[in-house]
């Protein structure tokens, strides 16, 4: 090998980025269809022509050196380069195909963009979608995920984002409830009520409120408290109290009159409002399958009701 042509070492260097990924020299052979020795003398190889030491070997598993660690970043950005410059392949093609990974929160994907992907997948027949359902915040640059979404208040730094939709939170309630218990005219009123929460740590017995320039947490309380929108949502329907909503979540209840909200004047703030952003590292070549799905998404967007 010419150690002077760093196009030689390409392969080598992209074996040694699929074993840190794997974890060992067996996991990667596996992967790459090959030997673990095959894999072992391709690594050995790359550390002989950058003559330092990539990888500390023991019986029980594989460390990164400092050098190892540097370099591994860098074959992990070739191997992300080399994916784009393939991925261009689709550019012109007239027909999108292969999957579309998308991360995003639990109750936005089940009941906003899950209702959608029966209309695409029938209109892109070559094209996969898995949806990857989670509220925690997914690595874009580590993880196997195209385009992620998040309710934030700006694109986190090193990513680029586009807005989708406002995302409110309402204080909502049966009318069988209010009629029981009566109607909160003020936030204040909520510590007399029965409210159902998230309850996922203190602060979501906290309720915030801001009308203008006047905002104000009250300390609510009840006897049933779910970390699902959803479950919460029956909750109201059942009169168990005024339930903290998505608008998503509760606009089907709104429209039959089965939920009222009420606080109307005063705008409920959660951790979860804010604008949904379609979220994607900045650098990244956004396939034709990734562009119909975003367009796709963005027009079942717009035709809901504000």
């Known amino acids: 090998m010419n150690i002077n042509n760093p196009l030689d070492s390409l392969p080598d260097m992209a074996v040694f980025a699929r074993v840190v990924d794997a974890g060992s020299f067996s996991g990667a052979a596996r992967q790459l269809g090959t030997t673990p020795s095959a894999v072992s003398r391709q690594v050995a190889r790359l550390e002989a022509v950058l003559r330092v030491r990539l990888l500390e070997r023991t019986t029980r598993k594989l460390r990164l050196t400092d ?49 959608m992907m029966a209309s695409f997948l029938q209109q892109y027949p070559e094209v996969d979608v898995q ?27 090193g990513l680029a984002g586009r807005p989708l939709q406002r995302i409110r939170h309402l204080a909502c309630a049966s009318p069988r409830y209010l009629a029981t218990h009566g109607t909160p005219r003020h936030p204040q009123d909520l510590a007399q009520h029965s409210c159902l929460s998230l309850g996922e740590d203190e602060r979501d017995r ?23 929108s959803e479950v919460r949502l029956e909750g109201a329907l ?17 429209a039959t009159g089965e939920l009222v909200t009420v606080l109307e004047d005063w705008e409920h703030l959660t951790d979860y409002s804010g604008m949904a952003w379609l979220l994607y590292p900045p650098n990244r070549f956004l396939a034709s399958k990734l562009r119909v799905w975003i367009d796709h998404v963005v027009a079942g967007l717009e035709r809901m009701p504000s």
Request: include cysteine; proline fraction near 6%; charge should be positive.
């Open 206 to 228: 906290h309720w915030r409120f801001q009308r203008g320039a006047d905002t104000l947490s009250v300390k609510v309380r009840g006897r049933y408290v779910a970390n699902h």
């Open 67 to 115: 050098a190892g660690a540097a370099a591994y970043t860098r074959c992990q950005a070739m191997v992300s380069a080399a994916r784009e410059v393939l991925a261009l392949s689709d550019t012109n093609t007239a027909t999108p195909r292969g999957l579309v990974r998308v991360s995003m929160p639990k109750a936005f994907g089940r009941l906003v963009v899950h209702p």
């Open 238 to 254: 059942n009169a168990l109290g005024i339930a903290s909503l998505p608008e998503f979540t509760a606009r089907a209840s709104l």
């Open 131 to 157: 949806l990857v359902i989670t509220d925690r915040t997914v690595d874009l640059f580590e993880e196997a995920i195209d385009l992620a979404i998040r309710i934030t208040d700006a694109p986190p730094p």
